[in-house]
């Protein structure tokens, strides 16, 4: 049952936390003599930034990726080669036999500074299977970090969601613009600077936190809110590309029978 959880938290909470937090990655050099490298496509960082949900995945770690301490809207994420590109490097020896490409998807993980250094570092004590392993489970061990479960009956997954939302709705009354009075928006007002910063380490993190827990609690919706549910993260996948990527354009209104889920 416990594998079955972790199977369910580790694909539906994937899905729903897509497009989130990315931006021009760091990617520390893992070997010497390394040959001139092309960039890593923005599909792939965004995967990446997907698999992480904005979080190291060393998993006795899960420091979040962009911390309050510096402000919460700049991330310290760096992206790691679990086997190196040229024949040195950290787990170099573990190179697969067939055609491998170093920079894909499958063999980088998101990681925060002191991790990185960590695996590379000591790379007989982080063997390619470990890492891999720690990817594959990353979004059950933080779900289950969070404290996000399957609850016996819809009222106290309500509960859950109504208490991440109620934050985010604050800031949004607060500081957010909209149309009418502040319709006239000043990027570089101090108002405009806390909307960016709260979108980016408040709201976001309540939005992926709420999929999640509704991603957990599946069971308990009708098929109405299933499909209010798919708007909701379709919504949160437009926001995150505008706030986070400077997409602007894309995301879809809110559904406003959110408010009303597992009632």
């Not at 919504?235 to 590309?241: D, I, K, P, W």
């Amino acid at each position: 049952m416990k594998n079955s959880v972790q199977y369910e938290v580790g694909q539906l909470y994937a899905i729903s936390a897509v497009v989130q937090y990315v931006f021009i990655l760091t990617i520390k050099p893992l070997e010497s003599n390394m040959a001139i490298r092309k960039s890593i496509p923005n599909e792939t960082k965004l995967r990446l930034f997907s698999a992480s949900a904005g979080h190291c995945q060393k998993p006795d770690c899960l420091k979040p990726l962009f911390p309050a301490e510096i402000g919460g809207d700049k991330h310290i994420a760096e992206m790691a080669h679990v086997i190196p590109h040229g024949e040195t490097g950290p787990r170099h020896e573990e190179r697969p036999a067939e055609e491998f490409e170093a920079d894909s998807f499958e063999n980088l993980i998101l990681l925060c500074p002191t991790c990185h250094t960590t695996i590379d570092k000591a790379p007989e004590s982080f063997p390619r299977s470990m890492i891999l392993d720690w990817k594959s489970n990353h979004l059950a061990a933080l779900a289950n970090k969070q404290g996000i479960i399957r609850y016996e009956d819809k009222r106290q997954a309500r509960e859950a969601v109504i208490a991440a939302m109620d934050e985010s709705k604050a800031i949004w009354k607060e500081f957010a613009p909209v149309e009418g009075a502040r319709s006239e928006f000043n990027p570089e007002s101090e108002t405009a600077q806390i909307w960016s910063q709260r979108m980016k380490s408040v709201i976001l993190p309540n939005h992926f936190r709420i999929q999640a827990i509704i991603s957990m609690n599946l069971c308990h919706l009708t098929a109405e809110e299933r499909e209010t549910f798919a708007q909701y993260k379709e919504h949160v996948r437009g926001l995150s590309e505008r706030h986070v990527c400077g997409v602007s354009g894309r995301a879809i209104r809110y559904p406003q029978d959110m408010d009303g889920i597992f009632a």
